[in-house]
Every structure is written in structure tokens, then in C-alpha cells.
């Protein structure tokens, strides 16, 4: 079995300064402490090798270690909440370089009334832990922080795919997406004015 430190090496990891040091310095240091989370995820692969491990999962299992399982009701929220938190991870992206995403489904006239209105929260049950879930009108803003801009593309659509499903018909006519930081929308207000013109109805 590959040790910890072999693997680590092979990942170009240097384990000494996080051996030396402090857990201040480690909350502080956003290199260190991405350094930690390498090292942790490669015990987590060595504990549950048939996991696919992320950092995410990481802090979903040390979530509900510490407060239990976070109910979906927590992560579904109204839009000034959602216009806070992304408040919150464009200062973490602009201090620590890390990138979130967010996704609008704009949906079609309602088949029933009072159906996407139930739809929010299972489709809130196939996100991660740290998503969050905006319903307002016809549309779902969905929050993703510390995504990679690789793989949107595939996500929104999966996501378009899942509230198909979820309403029995096809109900998505357009899905949005946009990383922050891009070159494009690089300022707290340029991302919060993209999010209100999506959420903006056409008709």
C-alpha cells in the first residue's frame, strides 16, 4: 500500500511546514492550509478508497460529524440570504483566489400551480452541502462555491436535466451560468447585477 508521504511526494506535497506548523497559521495561510487539505484527502482515499474524494466531501463528513446532518430547509433560502452569501464568497475569492459558480434555471409557465414552488427543496437534495437554492418566480438561482469553470458546463445541464425530472416534463427553456472572478465580472456588484438580471422575467 502507498504511504502518505509517497503519495505525497509524487504530488510534489512537502510535508514539513504543515508538520511545523500552528493550527493559527494553518487558518491563516491559505497555501498551507490547501497544503493540509492535499494531505487529508490523500488519508481520506487511503480510508475509503472507493470514495471519490473532494474537498467539498471532506467538509460535508466533518459538517455532519460536528452539527449533524444540515437539513435542506437550511439550503433553501430567500434572495436577499442568497445576495449575502454571494456578498461573502466574492471577498473569500478575491482574498484566498477561490472561485465559485452560480447557475439560473429560467422555467416555463407553471404545468400546475404550486409545482416549482415543491421542487426547490428535492432539487436542493442533489446538490452538495455548501450549495444553496433560490426559487423566485420562474426561475432557480443555485449557488456553488469552490467550483471549477471545467466542469459548469456539464453541471448546469445535469442540473437542467434534474429539474426536468423533478416537474415530469420539460419545464427548463434556458440555463445560465458565470464563474466569479472573470474578466468580465470581477467586482461584488457586477456579479450581483448579473444574478437580478437573470432573476428578471422576461414577460
Known amino acids: 500500500m502507498t504511504t502518505v508521504t509517497e503519495a505525497a511526494k509524487r504530488l510534489g506535497i512537502d510535508l514539513h511546514p504543515l508538520e511545523q506548523a500552528e493550527l493559527a497559521t494553518l487558518k491563516d495561510d491559505s497555501v498551507l492550509a490547501q497544503q493540509f487539505v492535499r494531505r487529508l484527502l490523500l488519508q481520506a482515499k487511503e480510508i475509503a478508497p472507493n470514495a471519490s474524494w473532494s474537498a467539498e466531501d471532506l467538509l460535508d463528513v466533518v459538517q455532519a460529524a460536528v452539527h449533524g446532518r444540515i437539513p435542506d430547509l437550511d439550503r433553501v433560502v430567500e434572495g436577499r440570504y442568497l445576495r449575502k452569501r454571494v456578498r461573502e464568497l ?29 421542487m426547490a427543496h428535492p432539487l436542493v437534495a442533489k446538490l452538495r452541502r455548501t450549495d444553496m437554492v433560490t426559487a423566485y418566480k420562474r426561475r432557480f438561482a443555485i449557488l456553488l462555491p469552490r467550483m471549477e469553470a471545467a466542469a459548469l458546463p456539464s453541471l448546469s445541464e445535469r442540473l437542467a436535466a434534474v429539474a426536468n425530472d423533478l416537474a415530469g416534463t420539460k419545464v427548463v427553456e434556458v440555463t445560465t451560468s458565470t464563474m466569479f472572478p472573470m474578466p468580465e465580472l470581477d467586482e461584488t456588484q457586477l456579479i450581483l447585477d448579473w444574478l437580478e438580471d437573470q432573476l428578471r422575467l422576461d414577460v
Do not use: H, W
Request: aromatic share 14%; charged share 25%.
Open 90 to 118: 466574492c471577498a473569500y475569492a478575491e482574498r484566498y483566489g477561490e472561485p465559485f459558480a452560480m447557475v439560473v434555471l429560467k422555467l416555463a409557465r407553471e404545468p400546475s400551480e404550486g409545482l416549482y414552488g415543491s
